[in-house]
C-alpha cells in the first residue's frame, strides 16, 4: 500500500512540475521567472517545494475520496428511507443550530461576546423586573462558584443525553 502511495505523490510531484513550468509566459511571467530561479539556484529548496506541494495536493485527494464515501454512504441510506420522518429531520437541523450557536459562541473573540451577552441582558430586562415580587433569599446559599460550574455541566450533559437520546429514537 506505501508503494502505491509513494507513486502516486511521484505522479502527483510529476504534475506539479509540468504545471509550474508550463505556466505562461505571456500572462505569468513572473512567477515563472521565480520558479525557474528558484530551480537552477536551489535544487533543494525547489525539491521542498515540490514535495510540500505534493503533500498538500494528496491530502486534499484523499479529503475528496472520504467526503465522497461519506455521501455514498449517506444517499445509500436515505435511499433506504432513513431520515425521511419530518420530525427528525427538523430535531436534526435543530441540533444543529444549537451546536453551531454554541461553537459560535466560544469562538467569538470576548469583545464580541461581551458586547452579544449585554444585548440579551438588556432584552432580559423586563423578565428581571417581572421577577423582583419573587422571595430569591432562600437561593443564597447556593450562588457561589461551584454551585454555578456544577449547574453548567448538568445543563450540558442532559442536553448531549438529549442528542444521543434523539439520535438512537431516529435510527
Known amino acids: 500500500a506505501s508503494s502505491s502511495g509513494a507513486a502516486a505523490h511521484?505522479?502527483?510531484?510529476?504534475?506539479?512540475?509540468?504545471?509550474?513550468?508550463?505556466?505562461?509566459?505571456a500572462t505569468h511571467r513572473a512567477e515563472l521567472a521565480a520558479v525557474l530561479a528558484l530551480k537552477k539556484g536551489s535544487p533543494s529548496q525547489f525539491a521542498e517545494l515540490k514535495?510540500?506541494?505534493?503533500?498538500?495536493?494528496?491530502?486534499?485527494?484523499?479529503?475528496?475520496?472520504?467526503?465522497?464515501?461519506?455521501?455514498?454512504?449517506?444517499?445509500?441510506?436515505e435511499q433506504r428511507g432513513f431520515g425521511r420522518d419530518g420530525v427528525v429531520g427538523r430535531a436534526r437541523w435543530l441540533e444543529l443550530v444549537v451546536l453551531a450557536g454554541l461553537l459560535g459562541f466560544f469562538v467569538v473573540p470576548s469583545a464580541a461576546r461581551q458586547?452579544?451577552?449585554?444585548?440579551?441582558?438588556?432584552?432580559?430586562?423586563?423578565?428581571?423586573?417581572?421577577?423582583?415580587i419573587i422571595d430569591w433569599g432562600v437561593l443564597a446559599p447556593y450562588m457561589g462558584g461551584v454551585s454555578h460550574v456544577v449547574a453548567i455541566n448538568s445543563l450540558v450533559f442532559l442536553l448531549l443525553c438529549?442528542?444521543?437520546?434523539?439520535?438512537?429514537?431516529g435510527q
Not at 10 to 25: M, P, S, T, Y
Not at 162 to 169: A, D, E, I, T
Open 10 to 25: 511521484g505522479n502527483v510531484g510529476l504534475d506539479i512540475e509540468r504545471h509550474l513550468l508550463g505556466l505562461r509566459a
Open 51 to 77: 514535495s510540500r506541494l505534493a503533500d498538500s495536493v494528496s491530502s486534499a485527494q484523499r479529503a475528496g475520496a472520504q467526503l465522497q464515501h461519506c455521501m455514498r454512504f449517506f444517499d445509500s441510506h
Open 115 to 132: 458586547a452579544v451577552l449585554a444585548m440579551l441582558f438588556s432584552a432580559m430586562e423586563p423578565l428581571r423586573a417581572l421577577s423582583s
Open 162 to 169: 438529549l442528542v444521543v437520546w434523539s439520535g438512537l429514537k
